[in-house]
């Protein structure tokens, strides 16, 4: 079945650092991709999606480009803060429409 | 502004009790979901409706049952807890839209089973 594999956590980075979660995707489709980011003690968030090959998904500073020929999402930043500090989920949707998650990298930003 | 409303927020049980979680939303989505997270193994999920007066077996279905109460309402149900089932149990529901199935999420039901 369709399956997600994320960079294994836990990540650390002083703030300013620039930030790589790499993410790839196995699918027997064609799949939208998404990021979701979870701080702590809440819910998971939609962070930003690509929907087909060659878009990039963007929101706070963070981007993700939907690449089909390497089936990777990775998602980027330029420059972390301290309140970037959370969990990040890499997910496609498979062909029923339902999500399938990767297993969560830890991010945290040191002052 | 409430979005999707999980309720316990925290539940401790002993072995072999039951207890139903509860979830709502106020989106108007016709997809609900109930998901597992554990450490290391991200969100597998548990059970889902498509709509209202349906529902299908998710990835790790065994030891739950759920109810479509509504449009509104998606409940979980363990009829025996086992230590295995201690886990952080999240709810979300969402609305298809093409190639979009973006999912909205509680706050998550942190349950220990002893």
Redesign the interface.
Known sequence: GDSVTQMEGPVTLSEEAFLTINCTYTATGYPSLFWYVQYPGEGLQLLLKATKADDKGSNKGFEATYRKETTSFHLEKGSVQVSDSAVYFCALSDPTQKLVFGQGTRLTINP | NAG?TQTPKFQVLKTGQSMTLQCAQDMNHN?M?WYRQDP??????IY?SASEGTTDK?EVPNGYNVSRLNKREFSLRLESAAPSQTSVY?C?SSE?A???????????TRLSVL
């Open positions: 999707v997809s979901y290391g193994m991200g969100l597998r999920l889902y998710g999240f979300a298809w093409g190639r979009e199935n973006i999912q909205y999420f509680g706050a998550g």
